[in-house]
């Protein structure tokens, strides 16, 4: 069964090896007790994804009785114009119309061949013939958050398993879960097929991705050389890296083009063109860009999911931070804090709400404080509930008075409050910066940090916070600073104890990896 019996589709010699891999005469010999794990990496626009859609068509023909699962982060994104559309038009429209009797066997709604939705379970599905004179079946399940990979595979059978975008899960037990939901009956092992596309991840090497399909298959292949014996899980791990070079139907000029296009972001560079595993946005000079990534820490922006994170039923406190400027620069944040069990340890959770930020701009901490106030008002409205609300600030606003000798800053702003805003005053010793820098790094990397993508400007914060030139200047005194402080008072104030105790100490284990994860609104176990 190495070729097709009757048709195969023109592909370049890259994706060929896509469409060919996993094949029995293979696997059989290779891990015959093991499914193959197929990763096919690389940068957009190298013709991978056709490659996978080619891979998936052959084995719905070739497989008598297939069962394919795909997966996406959300449905939407798949369907609206993306690649299960592709799948059920363009790639398949060429299998059909091969005349090798593959075609659609399940019709919509209206009677026309194709996708259909699954009236009790809405779940969108489609059956095809195969070259055995039966019926294939692809299924498509969302995937929002990775712990439901074990609630959707649990008592199922599958034949192909198939993740697409697999940067987009950053939880390594969907590879496990799905290897045991490969188990067809009446298949061997090694027909069974998992099979994951993604550009690099922003991670870098650190992705669970990188460590398992590059550094884990290096090991054993290093193993094989050295005449040792190796598991056959080593042996199913394969991996085909497509390069830009690779698409023969892009020319010079367009791939000049795109390397110009990204020319600004180096590390966006190498990953969106040259299909390396590179960090962050260009991290050089950057404090966060390693550990900050939108699909994991931004909540929201999709369409038709909002852009603000839902607050927990059960909340009943809200944090405020804030950085006062002297007419200009102020900054504002909305805090939640959750709690989680991990292990033996109650760990906090925090999720950005909502921002105010005000920079380069003439504006009276008076107007500020009427419009963060209207701010919290809405909130409360929302959710027809009265908050208790904690405010911090830097210390100055509250202890120092004001260079004209008018007041203090916090008195303006109980004033413009009525008295509903009461700034507490945050201490700044030697340190305190880079151990509040250190603090969100620790939360990010381990994904208890989370930020609606209203919060476009804290956003911007932390994919661009640069680092100070002197040893005093932690963190350099531009724009970002004054969303930074604003942030990271109430973090500090609240779980300076728990969070630096944590820093002080090896780390024994990633919270993430022992099953920290985000529900929706924000992070549960």
């Known amino acids: 069964m190495s070729e097709p019996e009757y048709w195969t589709p023109n592909l370049y010699p890259r994706q060929m090896e896509v469409f060919n891999a996993g094949l029995d005469d293979v696997a059989s010999v290779l891990h015959p007790n093991f499914p193959t794990m197929l990763l096919v990496s690389g940068a957009r626009e190298t013709g991978k994804s056709i490659a996978v859609m080619h891979r998936i068509c052959r084995h719905l023909f070739d497989t008598a009785g297939a069962r394919v699962a795909m997966f996406s982060k959300t449905i939407k994104n798949l369907t609206d114009g993306g690649v299960f559309q592709d799948l059920t038009t363009f790639i398949m429209d060429e299998w059909r119309q091969a005349d090798i009797g593959f075609d659609f066997t399940t019709k919509d709604s209206n009677g026309i061949p194709g996708p259909k939705t699954d009236s009790k379970t809405r779940t969108i599905y489609f059956r095809v013939s195969n070259r055995f004179g039966g019926e294939s079946e692809l299924k498509l399940f969302s995937l929002d958050h990775d712990f439901e990979v074990a609630q959707k595979l649990k008592e199922t059978r599958f034949s192909l398993i198939w993740f697409v975008q697999l940067s987009n899960f950053f939880d390594p037990s969907i590879l496990r879960c799905s290897v045991e939901a490969l188990r067809m009956v009446h298949m061997h092992k090694w027909q069974h097929l998992f099979i994951a596309d993604t550009n690099p991840s922003e991670e870098g090497e650190d992705s669970w991705i990188y460590k398992m399909w590059f550094n884990r298959r290096k090991e054993y292949l290093e193993k094989v050389s050295a005449g040792k014996t190796s598991s056959e ?8 890296e497509f390069w830009i070079d690779d698409n023969l139907g892009l020319t010079s000029e367009a791939i000049a083009a795109k390397r110009e296009m990204y020319s600004d972001d180096p590390g966006q560079q190498a990953r969106e063109v040259d299909n390396k595993w590179i960090k962050g946005h260009g991290t050089q000079g950057k404090h966060f860009a390693d550990v900050f990534v939108r699909k994991h820490h931004v909540i929201g922006g999709e369409e038709g999911e909002g852009d603000q994170i839902e607050l927990s039923r059960n909340t009943e406190m809200l944090f405020t931070g804030w950085d006062l400027g002297s007419g200009t620069n102020h900054a504002a944040h909305i805090l939640e804090r959750r709690f989680v069990q991990v292990g033996s340890k109650e760990l906090s959770v925090w999720s950005v709400i909502d921002e105010l930020v005000s920079i380069r701009e003439r504006m009276k901490i008076e107007e500020f404080t009427i419009a963060f106030h209207e701010i919290m008002k809405r909130l409360e409205e929302r959710y027809h509930k009265k908050f208790e609300w904690v405010h911090y600030s830097d210390d100055s606003a509250v202890n120092a008075p004001r260079a004209s000798g ?5 008195l303006e702003v109980a ?6 805003i009461e700034l507490i005053g945050v201490p700044k010793p030697d340190g305190s910066v880079k151990n509040r820098v250190k603090i969100a790094r620790r939360l990010l990397k381990n994904r208890r940090l989370f930020i609606s993508s209203r919060c476009e400007l804290t956003i911007k914060m932390f994919e661009d916070l640069k680092k100070g030139t002197t040893i005093r200047e932690y963190v350099a005194n531009n724009e ?19 969070l630096l105790d944590e820093l002080s100490k090896p780390r024994a284990s990633d919270p993430t990896e022992a099953g920290l994860i985000t529900v929706g609104g924000g992070p549960l176990l």
């Open 415 to 420: 004033l413009a409050s009525k008295g509903e």
């Open 406 to 410: 008018a007041g203090y800053d916090a």
């Open 233 to 240: 899980f080593g042996k199913s791990l394969e991996l085909v």
């Open 480 to 498: 970002d600073k004054h969303p930074f402080d604003s942030l990271t008072y109430p973090i500090l104030m609240e779980s300076a104890d728990e």
